[in-house]
Antibody, heavy 123, light 107 residues
Framework: EVQLVESGGGLVQPGGSLRLSCEVS????????MDWVRQAPGKGLEWVAR??????????EYAASVKGRFTISRDDSKNSLYLQMSSLKTEDTAVYYC??????????????WGQGTLVTVSS | DIQMTQSPSTLSASVGDRVTITCRAS??????LAWYQQKPGKAPKLLIY???SLESGVPSRFSGSVSGTEFTLSISSLQPDDFATYYC?????????FGQGTKLEIK
């Protein structure tokens, strides 16, 4: 059974830092691209960042709203994905989901999601 | 960035109704579009990929179609479990983007 479990959320002051983790099981983590997607309270879904797999040199992509402040990384030996967030702003308040991408002839889209971890940026 | 305009934002319907949700893309997606269902406090669930391919395990009352840059999610006969929020998602190009969501409510 595929499982993704996020952790590390909490309350942080504006300008602060936080590191989110996503531990996965039930599939070969190293084969897959992995993303972070967030959802502000009562709002829609917003893509945050992507980590490609080893075969694609672990390259990364970021949304413009977080580029230069957030860093996505992974440790295939620990089946874990991370999101290091710094210079946090109140508008970064959201539930953060890690999501696995299915890579097929039909493109790269999300097929499994974690339960999410809430990040609240407030003084 | 590709903008996804989803409508309606809210839809009231009854059990047994047929409903349709639309997403219009600001440019061609080559059918690289997915639909997700989200219930309160839960993660999104994949329903449809590549515009019209039904995800394994998803009931056949859900279907997707496309005409140019307009994508449609249809539910043929609403069941109580279908009342949720639905999102379209384009994965044609970076940054990948989502529609604003459609909340399907019980009339």
């Amino acid at each position: 059974e595929v499982q993704l479990v996020e952790s590390g959320g909490g309350l942080v002051q504006p300008g602060g830092s936080l590191r989110l983790s996503c531990e996965v099981s039930g599939f070969t983590f190293s084969d897959h691209y992995m993303d972070w997607v967030r959802q502000a309270p009562g709002k829609g879904l917003e893509w945050v960042a992507r980590s490609r797999n080893k075969a694609n040199s672990y390259t990364t992509e970021y949304a413009a709203s977080v580029k230069g402040r957030f860093t996505i990384s992974r440790d295939d030996s620990k089946n874990s994905l991370y999101l290091q967030m710094s210079s946090l702003k109140t508008e970064d308040t959201a539930v953060y989901y890690c999501a696995r991408l299915r890579m097929a002839d039909s493109g790269y889209y999300f097929d499994y999601w974690g339960q999410g971890t809430l990040v609240t940026v407030s003084s | 960035d590709i903008q996804m305009t989803q409508s309606p934002s809210t839809l009231s319907a009854s059990v047994g109704d047929r409903v349709t949700i639309t997403c219009r893309a600001s440019q061609s997606l080559t059918n690289w579009l997915a639909w997700y269902q989200q219930k309160p406090g839960k993660a999104p669930k994949l329903l449809i990929y590549k515009a019209s391919s039904l995800e394994s395990g998803v009931p056949s009352r859900f279907s997707g179609s496309v005409s140019g840059t307009e994508f449609t999610l249809s539910i043929s006969s609403l069941q109580p479990d279908d009342f949720a929020t639905y999102y379209c998602h384009q994965y044609n190009s970076y940054p990948v983007t989502f529609g604003q969501g459609t909340k399907l409510e019980i009339k």
